[in-house]
């Protein structure tokens, strides 16, 4: 279902262009406008879940796809000693755009860690 207000709805929809590295039926793939590393891919479900804490039974199936989907991505760039998943969640998360998205991140040596 989609959000008519949400940004990366209107990117799935192809209302807003963007750098299409993967798609299926349930998963679609753009690079970040704004690189924090050589490779920086969005990885978004194309039903409109707002965020992590909006994940249920109904919809989990839709994670499930985008981490199969982040594991083909990133053998496709070329990741093969390491990256780095991320989701930002909430105000305190610091996400700033309300459509769940996993962060694929990798092609350099990582410093910057939190855990
Ligand atoms: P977050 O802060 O976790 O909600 O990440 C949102 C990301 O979305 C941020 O890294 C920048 C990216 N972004 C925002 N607007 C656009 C856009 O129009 N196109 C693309 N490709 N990425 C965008």
């Given at each position: 279902?989609?959000?008519?207000?949400?940004?990366?709805?209107?990117?799935?929809?192809?209302?807003?262009?963007?750098?299409?590295?993967?798609?299926?039926?349930?998963v679609?793939?753009?690079?970040?406008?704004?690189?924090?590393?050589?490779?920086?891919?969005?990885?978004?479900?194309?039903?409109?879940?707002?965020?992590?804490?909006?994940?249920?039974?109904?919809?989990?199936?839709?994670?499930?796809?985008?981490?199969e989907a982040?594991?083909?991505?990133?053998?496709?760039?070329?990741?093969?000693?390491?990256?780095?998943?991320?989701?930002?969640?909430?105000?305190?998360?610091?996400?700033?755009?309300?459509?769940?998205?996993?962060?694929?991140?990798?092609?350099?040596?990582?410093?910057?860690?939190?855990?």
């Amino acid at each position: 279902m989609k959000d008519e207000s949400c940004l990366f709805c209107k990117i799935l929809a192809g209302e807003i262009p963007s750098a299409k590295v993967y798609e299926d039926e349930y998963v679609f793939a753009f690079r970040d406008i704004n690189p924090q590393a050589p490779v920086h891919v969005l990885v978004v479900p194309k039903e409109h879940i707002p965020c992590a804490d909006a994940i249920d039974e109904s919809n989990s199936l839709y994670v499930a796809k985008c981490f199969e989907a982040i594991a083909k991505i990133a053998k496709a760039e070329g990741l093969e000693t390491g990256y780095r998943v991320i989701n930002n969640c909430g105000e305190d998360g610091g996400q700033s755009v309300q459509h769940l998205h996993f962060h694929l991140i990798g092609g350099v040596k990582l410093s910057e860690k939190i855990i």
